[in-house]
């Protein structure tokens, strides 16, 4: 069986542990996969309305259709390949003796294909775990590359769009109060969705002046009030649990989460930024949506979010191998969410 066998390919990528992408599988858990090269999403925005009173006799009032919004878009493509050369066979690897044992071409072969995809898909995880971070910013997403602009707004309100200043920064211990803040946010965000956000990401700055805060701590200690308990607990991936906060009908996990990549000019970003906090519910439709394979060896349009490729080069003799994606990640209840600049 020749081992570059695309079926082969496609079980090995299964296969592939996943990379850090504790944002997607928290608020973005579902996904989708199309046949066409644009997607559509419904963008979601309930109104509580009230039925209308008719009498019996009268003729049933029309009730107009709204809440939704139906936008189409072409997901950003990424398409990176790296070559395997028979040079690579002569030399030993890392952490390899010198003499291995029954190391034989397909062997390394074998595991050569395995790293390059293993790295291949971690990298695109990491641009859509990325694509989450700017989404829940701000509601929006930009992907620019060799031929791709793509920009996406999925219409977070302005008002869940927050930067506090002056005496309202959390950094002001004197005149802040982040119970206050967190408390309305919360219930903007119920107001404006009907969801009730149960989760809080801080960046790293913003854990600091929370957790330091004296309003914060005085609660804390007060035994006549519930408000919750601080106690981190690092996780898996980064993240850390800080603890639970209840406080005037509010219940909220908090969480930090000590993720980076690198940028367009490779400078290393954190995936949250320090000075901002971020609400939000895992209980939403939100889902990444992966549009068509363009490849012919996928059968012209493949519903597939990784396509493994690989074709042999005859001078100078070398085989290539190739992943292909194209995924949006969707925030498709945006009043569900908010941003804040709270240092």
Known sequence: MNIYDTR???????????????????????????????????????????????????????????GMTTKSFE?????EKEPITPQEFFTREAGNVIYAPGDGPNER???ELGRILGELDTSYTRAEEVQ??????????????????????????ATHKITLTGTDLWTDT?????????VDWCNLVIKD?????????????????????????????????????????????????LGNVSHAGVALDLFTYQEWYLDAN???????????????????????????????????????????KSWDQEDPSVRWVMLQSAPLVAMLQPDAFLSAKAV
Not at 140 to 149: A, E, H, L, R, Y
Not at 202 to 226: E, M, Q, S
Request: aromatic content about 6%; glycine content about 8%; some cysteine.
């Open 109 to 111: 072969a074998q595991r």
């Open 174 to 182: 004197t005149n802040s109060d982040p119970l206050t803040d967190l």
């Open 75 to 79: 997901p950003p493509y990424l398409k």
């Open 193 to 241: 969705s009907g969801i009730v956000p149960r989760k809080a990401v801080l960046g790293l700055d913003v854990a600091k002046a929370f957790v330091n805060h004296p309003k914060v701590k005085d609660v804390l200690n007060n035994r006549r009030i519930t408000m919750g308990q601080i106690d981190p607990q690092q996780l898996p991936e980064g993240v850390t649990y």
């Open 8 to 66: 082969t390919m496609m079980t090995a990528v299964r296969q592939l542990p996943p990379a850090n992408a504790w944002l997607l599988r928290t608020f973005f858990p579902g996904k989708k996969e199309f046949t066409t090269k644009h997607v559509d999403v419904d963008i979601i925005k309930g109104k509580r309305k009230v039925g209308a009173y008719v009498s019996p006799i009268k003729e049933g009032k029309v009730r107009t259709k709204e």
């Open 132 to 157: 989450a971070a700017s989404i829940l910013d701000g509601g929006t997403v930009v992907c620019t590359g060799d031929g791709i602009n793509v920009q996406v707004d999925f219409g977070m309100p």
């Open 266 to 308: 490779e400078v290393e970003q954190p995936m949250v930024p320090a000075d901002k906090i971020w609400l939000g519910s895992s209980n939403t439709a939100n889902k990444i949506l992966y549009g068509a394979i363009q490849d012919l060896k996928a059968g012209g349009l493949a519903a597939v979010a990784r396509f493994p």
